[in-house]
């Protein structure tokens, strides 16, 4: 077994995948940016000729910024503000800038100029907006640039004539601390960008999970308010053409049209009972026993080829009574389904509680987590995986994706604490029963009893009337 998830991207959880967010970069952000940094050389020019007193190439260092200038103010009247860029025009802009900022050094010192640690930024800000392969060209081309700066530039000069230069060993220091923040850069603002892109993917899919998993509790709840309501009126058509059948026996043609009613009545009801138990708006559709629960979150994987084993208690307890939370039974739900995605034949499905906890373990027969993965199960977008039979699946079911994140997520959001084990490194707790068979993985979901508990602490539900629907 793997880290036991399926990251299939046409999963039933369709999100916006990180890669494509560069495409979401808005053109007035980099304009903003650039004015910044016009404003940022124009000052330095100033500074080096009327403080300093440098001898300066200052016309084409000043046409060089002003091609800065034209570019924004093109940008700026050709396009919208809300206009996006897509990667190939994001890729465009960060050249240029970098190109400028390369003309700009030549001009004034190359790498004797400090300001050349600047040329870092661009390769910077690629790695934050573009893909890999962008992000490799524009780190390149910065390296690339910063080498022929080396050697190829014009020297600054004091108003006396004499050239500033640093030393041939702080020459190379200074082009060997770019060169390598141009690359640590770049590969730790890309890792970090690739974690938060992931993370907010998959809380996205978490959230989608739980929308849909509350639309189906609402859903529900409407047939079963629907099966409840029309039960009274169906009940008096059914009675009255029951009776209009009788009074009808000498009319053939009127009692067949009663018939009908009668019949279709009937059917009514029945389409009603398929779709949903009787109830209202009822409070006991809010609870139900922690046992009920548990097999309603297994019932979808019952079919799959994998017996469910379901333990409840030493057999002497009641099961305790626990708040039905979509979030609840469909995290439950993911661990079970990834559970059977693995299992040989069976998985087990057990609970305790005590007045201060209540815990669900599911177990199954695989071959366990991933040593190497098991530190990171809950990890969004993990691709490693174990297979009890490589090249096989589980029929009867496509992949939901994100499955341990997803459940992990929603359990905790519920109040819960999950620990990940293998059967045969997992020290089981008093009054656990021990299962020979069930060697694999091993998910204990815990609660504080308080939290979930739909008859005690601060979370029950209180007594008093079924508010009908409008």
Known sequence: MVTQEQTDPQSDFPVNQGQYRGNWIRLRTLILLRWFAIIGQLSALIVAAQVYGL???????????????????????????????????????????????????????????????????????????????????????????????????????????????????????????????????????????????????????????????????????????????????????????????????????????????RDQADRCRDILRSMGRAGKDDLHLHQAPLSAVLEEAAEPHGQRGVALHFQHGDGTGTPPSILRRPELIHGLRNLVQNAVDFARSEVRVESRWTDDRITVRIMDDGRGFSAADLGRIGDPFMHRRWSFSEGTERPGYEGMGLGLFIAKTLLERSGAELIFANGNDFDGAEGWSGHPGVTGAIVEVSWPRSVIDARTGRHAIAPGKNRPFD
């Not at 910077?124 to 390296?143: C, E, K, Q, Y």
């Not at 910063?146 to 041939?168: D, K, M, N, S, W």
Request: charged share 15%; aromatic share 8%; glycine share 6%.
């Open 55 to 261: 001898e300066l190439q200052y016309a084409p260092c000043l046409f060089v910024v002003g091609l800065s200038v034209i570019a924004n103010l093109i940008a700026s009247f050709l396009f919208p503000e809300t206009k996006r860029l897509n990667e190939v025009e994001n890729l465009a802009m960060v050249l240029f800038d970098l190109l400028q900022l390369g003309a700009l050094l030549y001009l004034t010192g190359g790498l004797h100029n400090p300001f050349s640690i600047l040329i870092v930024g661009p390769a910077t800000v690629s790695a934050l907006a573009l893909s890999s392969r962008m992000t490799l060209f524009v780190g390149s081309t910065a390296i690339v640039l910063v080498t022929l700066l080396a050697e190829f530039h014009l020297p600054l000069r004091t108003a006396e004539g004499q050239a500033l230069e640093v030393a041939q060993v702080f020459l190379f220091g200074n082009w060997l601390a770019i060169v390598i923040a141009v690359i640590f850069l770049g590969i730790y603002s890309r890792w970090i960008v690739n974690e938060m892109h992931s993370m907010s993917d998959a809380l996205q899919a978490t959230q989608m999970a739980l929308a849909r998993e509350q639309r189906l509790s609402d859903l529900g709840g409407v047939v079963a308010a629907a099966a409840h309501e029309l039960g009274t009126p169906l009940a008096t058509i059914k009675l009255t053409s029951s009776e209009l059948l009788d009074e009808l026996e000498d009319r053939p043609d009127l009692a067949e049209d009663a018939r009908l009613i």
